[in-house]
């Protein structure tokens, strides 16, 4: 007796093996583009500490910050502004102010 092998069985053996199931969705998740911080001209920066010192506390702000080799956006209210230690917090992130790329209230 001879077994003939359905269509979809036969098509099973020519399917891609991957013996790690998610790891190529993983590598793409850690591939990321490292980006040199930005310097600033001094106009800018007048015009990023006139914005900050609009910014109070509770306000909800849109910010543009550098971690870790990117730009990073996030919006959130304002939990803190520390003018000695120079550091805005939203929600439960603490940016410095030398990190600060954008501010928009």
Same mark, same amino acid.
């Given at each position: 007796m001879v077994y003939k092998m359905s269509r979809e069985d /036969?098509? %099973?053996? *020519? +399917?891609? *093996?991957a013996a790690l199931k998610g790891y190529p969705d993983a590598l793409r998740k850690k591939e990321k583009i490292v980006v040199p911080k930005v310097e600033f001209?001094?106009?800018y920066q007048e015009e990023l500490d006139r914005k900050l010192r609009q910014v109070k506390k509770n306000d909800i702000v849109t910010v543009v910050y550098y971690c870790k080799d990117e730009y990073l %956006?996030?919006?959130? +209210?304002?939990? /803190?502004? &520390?003018?000695?230690? /120079?550091?805005l917090k939203i929600v439960n992130t603490?940016?410095? *102010?030398? &990190?600060?790329?954008d501010i928009v209230k």
């Open positions: /036969r098509a %099973k053996q *020519f +399917m891609p *093996f001209s001094e106009e %956006k996030l919006t959130g +209210m304002v939990s /803190r502004i &520390d003018d000695t230690a /120079r550091i603490k940016i410095s *102010f030398e &990190d600060l790329y």
